[in-house]
T-cell receptor, first 112, second 111 residues
Framework: DAGVIQSPRHEVTEMGQEVTLRCKPISGHDYLFWYRQTMMRGLELLIYFNNNVPIDDSGMPEDRFSAKMPNASFSTLKIQPSEPRDSAVYFC??????????FGEGSRLTVL | SQQGEEDPQALSIQEGENATMNCSYKTSINNLQWYRQNSGRGLVHLILIRSNEREKHSGRLRVTLDTSKKSSSLLITASRAADTASYFCATAPQGAQKLVFGQGTRLTINP
């Protein structure tokens, strides 16, 4: 398996623009997690899914953030409108059992 | 919110020496995990220790867990330059399927 695949790896956008980050989990994994990493706040869990259903979205900062998982092989994290404080590295991770997590390489977002 | 807190925040040692990192957490857990992150990369799972286990080994890694003190330690023996990375502990709170990460320890191995 190719592992968890995230795209884009890097995104630079201007404040107010819509940003969509994409994730393809490892086939057969039932759990999918979205994390955000910054120097100030470290790794924060934004939301996680089990069998494509959102289970806990308490980490989503505000209504500008939304996440979907339309099927077992694809998830998106959308920010609309984006703000400079959203600049971070966004990680997607999947897991077969909510034990060990398998991380993607991350999407580095810069909002100017 | 951060569940785990690593100590020290940064550690620099000579190649061949042992490196010890500590993690403290706040609530009851199902398991505790350690991850490594190389600069600019995603996190990689190293080892998982369950709440009913006290010690676990994997190659040059040794993890201990003291649930009474709500703490864990990661020991890397005979360190190598390639061990230079950030190391994170992560806890799975009881009743939850998610992992909460600490702030990490930045380890530098000097050749």
């Amino acid at each position: 398996d190719a592992g968890v695949i995230q795209s884009p790896r890097h995104e630079v956008t201007e404040m107010g623009q819509e940003v969509t980050l994409r994730c393809k989990p490892i086939s057969g994994h039932d759990y999918l997690f979205w994390y955000r990493q910054t120097m100030m706040r470290g790794l924060e869990l934004l939301i996680y899914f089990n069998n494509n259903v959102p289970i806990d979205d308490s980490g989503m900062p505000e209504d500008r953030f939304s996440a979907k998982m339309p099927n077992a092989s694809f998830s998106t994290l959308k920010i609309q409108p984006s703000e400079p404080r959203d600049s971070a590295v966004y990680f997607c991770a999947s897991s077969p059992s909510a034990g060990e997590l398998f991380f993607g390489e991350g999407s580095r977002l810069t909002v100017l | 919110s951060q569940q785990g807190e690593e100590d020290p925040q940064a550690l620099s040692i000579q190649e061949g020496e042992n490196a010890t990192m500590n993690c403290s957490y706040k609530t009851s857990i199902n398991n505790l995990q350690w991850y490594r992150q190389n600069s600019g990369r995603g996190l990689v799972h190293l080892i998982l220790i369950r709440s009913n286990e006290r010690e676990k080994h994997s190659g040059r890694l040794r993890v201990t867990l003291d649930t009474s003190k709500k703490s864990s330690s990661l020991l890397i023996t005979a360190s190598r330059a390639a061990d230079t990375a950030s190391y994170f502990c992560a806890t799975a709170p009881q009743g939850a399927q998610k992992l909460v990460f600490g702030q990490g320890t930045r380890l530098t191995i000097n050749p």
